[in-house]
């Protein structure tokens, strides 16, 4: 089986930096597009970050030059370095992964971690 797992979630002050990670694991042969999405109370699950794997990015608008995606391919994991942290960018972060669990089948799922909460403080 995968799993996938974040960390560096926490509580920072408006204008301070986070950085996450979500490291997968498991039964994988390759990961394709890694991303980073958050939820909060009360909203919709929206897009943040996503990465392919020849390492092309896009952000929402509301990130653009305040938080930077990456990823180590041979760690099998995807970083979210955020910058410049405002209230309104507090919510739960999900981390995903596109994952191929073998070289024949041509199939790939999506698997998602369990959250990290980041809290910014005004």
């Known amino acids: 089986q995968v799993q996938v797992v974040e960390s560096g979630g926490g509580l920072v002050q408006a204008g301070g930096s986070l950085r996450l990670s979500c490291a997968a694991s498991g039964s994988i042969f390759s990961i394709n597009a890694m991303g980073w999405n958050r939820q909060a109370p009360g909203k919709q699950r929206e897009l943040v970050a996503g990465i392919t794997s020849g390492g092309s990015t896009n952000y929402a608008d509301s990130v653009k030059g305040r938080f930077t995606i990456s990823r180590d391919n041979a760690k099998n994991t995807v970083y979210l370095q955020m910058n410049s942290l405002k209230p309104e960018d507090t919510a739960v972060y999900y981390c995903?992964?596109?994952?191929?669990?073998?070289?024949?089948?041509?199939?790939?799922?999506?698997?998602w971690g369990q959250g990290t909460q980041v809290t910014v403080s005004s």
């Open positions: 995903n992964a596109d994952i191929s669990m073998d070289s024949y089948s041509g199939r790939q799922y999506r698997y």
